[in-house]
């Protein structure tokens, strides 16, 4: 350079100093004279100063400052050189132009600088990249800064890149050199490209080197960007949705699509975890982990995975962005049996209700099992169950204790909460047995005043007797249920009648009319006392049968006498085929004679037309009656009708 000013000072002082005012004006190169260019032709462009400018001359000095290349003179007042050529070899090169006047004056020089380099950058070497790019890993930071051998003369401008779907694709055009809009990385050899997000799956990035006059690389780089943003699939086995009551074993699998759960060798390790109660994760590396849950309680399960991407659902955060949020499960355990203790007494008022108390803290009481049992005491025997229900957190059944042999007999109480432990016990809460003497209730007597007898039809009767404990003590206020039961043919064949006792333990009720019965008083069990019974009474009742004549005088031979009547009904239907009567007669203090059978009607009415034809009949008084007799289906005892008199003529 210091040549070029010297030649150049040497040649203005030998033309003079009036040559000054014929030096060109504004003298500059196309593309930028401080800009390195690709191609060996440049463009030089200026200003004539105004005068008579005859002529132009230029010449060409190599980056030493020697001549490169002679002076050429344009015969007229040019402004321009389109095409100036340098030497193939890259480098800067100097332009010196000047103008000659019309008397062959020549004016001062002017320079100007040609950078020319069409070297080709060495190709770009990218560092290695991940296996795999995660979701936490954007923004993604990729250098390029790897230029093996020298730069060109230029130097290196920075870098073209593209990301694209295609392993072949390229970041400039293929027949132009690398543009500075295509420069995406300008700043010099070192440099960084951040990358805020791909899609998942995999991209190519391509990149260049690009010299200072725009060469790029002859090849471009290529490398895969494999992306996977996606959490691993993980899932839980050994869980439940009920109680457990042992430990439970839990295994969290794991499994992922793209990166997978497998180590690549760079980037993240997969792993397998499991927290329980937010405390410290288990975890193991791949894509299974399992553990083992001992204490009782209800506890929370995380679980998840972190893929060869990075890619982790653990709820905590990266590069100040959160994960997402691990799935979770609730395992149950109880392995605690219920609490259990028989009542301390029994009821007074209901001595054979059993109950025992349960409870439990955790899985709760099971309302579908439970059982209290009874055996004889000490005997070794298989305890025999008793129907058992729950009532709240009160496990309860009834003993009757009448229908067991006199003794003494323990129970037992079973129960279960929802894990299925279970828990029996054989005391009541004071730590006592649990034994109780049969019978429970009070013995009770029922003493009828009542003796069997037969009555007339329609006849009421009085039935009463005494409710008594023990030997005499009278039962007061005890309900006393009165049970007439009809012999076959009558409706109803029951009625029921009950009464209370009073102070002396007296009872007395009226029995109504109606068909033959047995009749029977009951004391019905209660809480406290055992039932008793009279055993049945036997009430007859005499049927109702009615007669009557047409006329209280026959005439022998004549006009038939007509005996009407009807047998009652109360309390029991007509047979089908009539209730059977026999008409009798007989003479004063003579026993009767039946002297025809017939049959009433549905209503149980009968009626017979009688002809007095014997001659000994006359001036005789006869009784007549209607007879019923006993009959199968009739409940009435037989009976005969009042007699009534006739006499004939």
């Known amino acids: 350079m210091g040549l070029v000013l010297l030649a150049t000072a040497l040649a203005a002082g030998a033309r003079g100093a009036s040559a000054a005012s014929l030096q060109p004006v504004d003298l500059r190169v196309d593309g930028g004279e401080e800009s390195w260019h690709q191609s060996r032709s440049f463009a030089l462009r200026w200003t004539n100063p105004p005068g008579n400018v005859a002529a132009v001359h230029y010449r060409l000095l190599d980056p030493s400052g020697q001549i490169a290349e002679g002076e050429t003179t344009i015969a007229w007042a040019a402004t321009s050189i389109e095409h100036l050529s340098v ?8 332009a010196e132009l000047w103008l000659e006047a019309a008397d062959g004056t020549e004016g001062a020089s002017v320079a100007a600088k040609l950078r020319f380099d069409d070297a080709v950058p060495g190709p770009l070497e990218l560092p290695p990249e991940p296996a795999w790019i995660g979701r936490n890993a954007f923004p993604y930071t990729l250098r390029l800064d790897r230029l093996p051998g020298p730069a060109p003369l230029s130097g290196i401008r920075g870098y073209a890149v593209s990301i694209d779907r295609d392993p072949e694709a390229s ?4 027949t132009e050199p690398c543009s500075a809009t295509e420069t995406e990385l300008n700043g010099g050899a070192e440099g960084s490209l951040t990358i805020a997000g791909l899609p998942e799956g995999t991209s190519y990035l391509h990149a260049v080197a690009v010299s200072g006059s725009g060469t ?13 943003e996606t959490d691993p699939v993980t899932r839980l086995e050994g869980e439940q949705s009920s109680w457990s009551d042992r430990p439970v074993r839990l ?7 793209a990166s997978g759960m497998s180590a690549t060798g760079s980037g993240a390790t997969p792993f397998t975890a499991i927290r329980v109660d937010g405390g410290a994760p288990v975890a193991a590396a791949g894509d299974s982990v399992s553990t083992t849950l001992i204490s009782s309680g209800t506890h929370s399960v995380a679980y998840y995975a972190r893929d060869a991407a990075g890619n982790v659902a653990d709820g905590g955060s990266f590069n100040g962005e959160p994960n997402h949020e691990p799935e979770i ?8 049996p219920p609490q259990l203790a028989f009542a301390g007494a029994q009821d007074p008022l209901d001595p054979e209700r059993i109950e025992a108390r349960a409870s439990d803290l955790l899985s709760g009481l099971d309302p579908d099992r439970g059982s209290i049992a009874v055996r004889p005491a000490g005997s070794g025997e298989r305890f025999a169950g008793l129907a058992t229900a729950w009532s709240g957190r009160l496990l309860r059944a009834r003993w009757s204790s009448e229908d067991y042999p006199p003794g003494e007999y323990e129970f037992r109480a079973t129960a279960y909460d929802l894990a299925g432990n279970s828990a029996s016990t054989t005391s009541r809460g004071d730590g006592s047995a649990m034994r109780l003497p049969s019978p429970l209730k009070v013995d009770a007597r029922l003493v009828t005043d009542f003796r ?6 329609g006849h009421r009767t009085s039935f009463s007797g ?8 009278p039962l007061a206020g005890m309900p006393v249920q009165v049970i007439e039961r009809f012999d076959d043919g009558a409706l109803p064949r029951e009625r029921a009648t009950t009464v209370r006792t009073g102070a002396g333990g007296a009872f007395a009720v009226r029995l109504g009319g109606g068909p033959s019965r047995e009749v029977i008083a009951v004391a019905p069990a209660s809480a406290t006392l055992r039932g008793a019974s009279s055993g049945p009474l036997r009430l007859n009742v005499r049927g109702g049968v009615r007669l009557r004549a047409s006329a209280a005088v026959a005439k022998v031979g004549g006009r038939p006498i007509v005996f009407s009547g009807r047998v009652a009904d109360d309390g029991a239907p007509i047979p089908a085929d009539g209730k059977a009567v026999q008409l009798q007669f007989r003479l004063p203090d003579l026993p009767w004679s039946e002297f025809r059978t017939i049959h009433t009607d549905a209503r149980g009415r009968f009626r017979y037309a009688y002809r007095f034809a014997d001659d000994d009949s006359r001036g005789a008084r006869f009784q007549f009656r209607a007879f019923a007799p006993a009959q199968a289906g009739w409940p009435f005892e037989p009976a005969g009708s009042p007699p009534i008199a006739v006499r004939g003529t």
Do not use: M
């Open 251 to 257: 295994t969290a699998y794991a499994a992922d699509t």
């Open 216 to 228: 790029r690389s002859a090849l471009p780089a290529t490398t895969a960007l494999h992306v996977d």
């Open 87 to 94: 030497p193939p070899s890259p480098g800067a090169y100097t």
């Open 329 to 336: 499960a609730l395992v149950r355990i109880d392995r605690e």
């Open 171 to 174: 970041p400039c055009l293929a």
């Open 466 to 473: 005494r409710l008594l404990s023990g030997r005499r003590a």
């Open 452 to 457: 069997s007898r037969t009555v007339a039809y």
